[in-house]
């Protein structure tokens, strides 16, 4: 038993060794924005939008990343979502982004700082779901992991809300 | 925050133990409370890693290359792999005697299930789709009245569980019968509370249905069983 524990154990290190954060082609990087033009998006925005964010590094976000992709695609048409990558590489970024969202609706932009979550009203810990009702006004915010039922339920809020 | 889902599963564990005990002392067939907590938490603790494991390959998500990731349940776990991942952890824990540790554990099943759904209160997740019904509730600053699916799961859950241990207590019902009124019970309520429950790619009905199916003929044949014996 003690055997069979330490050997998958080992390949879960190797496995997790080997993972690396290539450039990927024919992903952009996300756009670089401020706070400021962040918050003119959302004061312009007529729909919905929410807004994750996450990083490269951060297993959590990782761990949302399939529902968050599922969910654009999903609300594609009554929902804007954009995805706020925060303190992170452009190579991390963009195989994070080729990993979880390949084909996903999501506008992708960047905070090397990670000070706009905070300025938006949110935390400098990821993930963060932001949900804001048109015009920028933030609805709910969602602070660590968020879940299936969560997100729908604050999604139902910001298309019939 | 993230301790919600640990307080919803020891509201869950403090239900089906209440249960077990209640049980103990008015004729529960297997007489073993001990056992039948362990069996129930050895089942359920490994159909929830089986679950997580399922929700992450379905999205893609390698667990050998991230296997930090199968402790965040936050983030998915799939229904359908944990009902029978804890089945199949079950069966194996139980295969001297599978039919009465299943009808023993039967009642607290449901009780625990009923505990995990009233744990919605701790985890802020009680509501489902709009209703305009005078019971409906609407979250903090929202207008939009909700059906609070969360409290009918766990009133239905607890009416079941609470109605198969007077059952089992007082009518002697034929081998196998609680087993299969308890997966009756728990696949009938998902199957109903479903439509109200918001999600973003449904839940597996088919699950649901099937499940229930099963259940009903797993009851039938131990009704003709005991009348032939």
């Known amino acids: ?161 | 925050m993230e301790f919600t889902l640990l307080a919803a599963a020891a509201i869950a564990g403090a239900a089906a133990y209440i249960m077990l005990w209640w049980e103990a002392k008015h004729g529960n067939a297997a007489r073993c409370t001990g056992n039948l907590w362990e069996i129930g938490l050895v089942s359920t603790v490994a159909g929830i890693f089986i679950g997580r494991i399922v929700a992450m390959l379905v999205d893609g998500v390698n667990p050998i290359a991230h296997p930090m990731d199968v402790i965040l349940v936050r983030s998915g776990v799939s229904t359908v792999g944990a009902s029978l991942g804890a089945a199949a952890v079950f069966a194996v824990q139980a295969r001297k005697n599978t039919i009465t540790i299943a009808d023993g554990i039967s009642a607290a099943a449901l009780a625990g299930l009923a505990g995990w759904h009233a744990g919605c209160l701790v985890r802020g997740s009680c509501l489902g789709t709009a209703s305009d019904l005078p019971w409906a509730i609407a979250q903090e600053g929202s207008t939009v009245t909700r059906h609070p699916v969360g409290i009918y799961a766990a009133l239905l859950l607890a009416i079941a569980a609470i109605g198969l241990a007077w059952w089992k207590a007082y009518r002697r019902p034929p081998e196998g019968s609680p087993a299969a009124i308890a997966v009756i019970a728990a696949a009938g309520i998902r199957l109903a509370t479903e439509p109200f429950q918001p999600s973003i790619s449904g839940g597996p009905v088919w699950f649901y249905a099937t499940a229930l199916v099963a259940g009903i003929g797993v009851l039938a044949w131990s009704i003709v069983r005991r009348k032939t014996a």
């Not at chain 1, 080997?18 to 706070?35: F, H, M, N, R």
């Not at chain 1, 932009?109 to 963060?128: C, E, F, I, K, N």
């Open chain 1, 1 to 161: 038993m003690f055997r069979i524990a330490l050997t998958l154990l080992a390949i879960a290190l190797l496995a997790g060794a080997c993972s690396s954060s290539e450039p990927v082609e024919g992903i952009e990087p996300p756009s670089p924005v401020t706070s400021e033009e962040l918050q003119a998006l959302l004061a312009d925005s007529t729909g919905p939008v929410v807004v994750n964010v996450w990083a490269s590094w951060c297993t959590p976000c990782r761990s949302e990343a399939p529902l968050i992709g599922r969910a654009a695609t999903e609300y594609a048409d009554d929902v804007l979502f954009i995805g706020l990558d925060v303190r992170d590489t452009p190579e991390g970024a963009t195989a994070f982004i080729a990993e979880f969202f390949p084909d996903a609706p999501i506008t992708h932009l960047s905070d090397a700082s990670g000070q706009v979550p905070t300025d938006l009203g949110g935390s400098r810990g990821v993930p963060l779901t932001f949900f804001f009702r048109p015009g920028g006004e933030l609805s709910y915010l969602h602070f660590g992991v968020i879940d299936e039922r969560t997100l729908a339920l604050q999604i139902d809020e910001l298309v019939n809300g």
